[in-house]
């Protein structure tokens, strides 16, 4: 059977490894932590990340990245946004061109605000890339719960071919052409994501979340515009769907995040309380950036930015969202 490589054995990277599992694709699973690898081969279980899962024998764990690569017809990345430039240099010297990348981390590179399938065409310019996006949550994708993806490349045939293998009966994996937006909606959704969790840490209500989320959307939108993406690509699954869940979920990191801070918690307290990537967080950081260098109005984000590196007070930050300068919704993108 095909052989298929997923690098990243974390609660995404597993899911994403039992649907093609599922699928009785070969998946070679790989991770940096020698007793991680041995409890997947030996006891078929990931508990740390996917508790109660059982994992298929279809599934092989290893710590080489060579192992993993070889003879694979698909190298899924499935590690943090900030370490995929590292993973593409370590990997070029045992990957032939044929081989297709498959990203499913969302953020933007720190350095140099560019975005994931950027990093990877610096690094890697001669493989087929496609970015994997959506509303999803790993623990969800594992116990088979109905899902849905979008596959995006500037290879159109590319994105189908993925489409083709990991779509299954429990999730539907649609295609878009708009690479920019479907990369920029997973990525900067975090940002809204955190600020949910703000919202709810302080103890406002569903009317401040809903105006969060809606804002939120605008200015992802505005942003995107401005770097290349359509307007159109917000409105869909990597786009508002991705918000939606993010924002609302018990699952999500960047939420918790959120939380915890709104509570009074203190960003290194947070971030050992969660003890997984907080993408948003790093997100918050690059988009205030970006945005000022193409004079792009953010006003969520400058206030979460505000919050995380200027240790402003949460309630004196939403007082002055509410206190800006009145608008009309119906202008474009206003």
Sequence with gaps: MEKVCVLGAGSWGSALALVLASKEYDVSLWTLSESQCKEINEKSTNENYLKNIVFPKNIVCTTSLEEA???????????????????????????????????????????????????CYEELPNNPFVVLSGPSHAEEVAKYIPTTLVASSKDFEVSKKIQDMFMTSKLRVYTNKDIVGVELGGALKNIIAFGAGVCDGIGLGDNSKAALITRGIREISRLGIAMGANENTFSGLSGIGDLIVTCTSVHSRNRKAGLLIGQGKMLDETLEEVKMVVEGIVATEVAYKVSKKLNVDMPITTAIYRVLYENLDVKEVIDELMKREKTDETEILS
Excluded: H, M
């Design 69 to 119: 690569i070889k003879d694979s017809s698909v190298v899924v990345l499935a590690i943090p946004s900030q370490a995929i430039r590292n993973i593409c240099k370590n990997i070029r010297p045992f990957l032939s061109e044929n081989q297709i990348l498959v990203n499913v981390a969302k953020g933007l590179e720190k350095e140099t605000g560019l975005r994931l399938s950027e990093v």
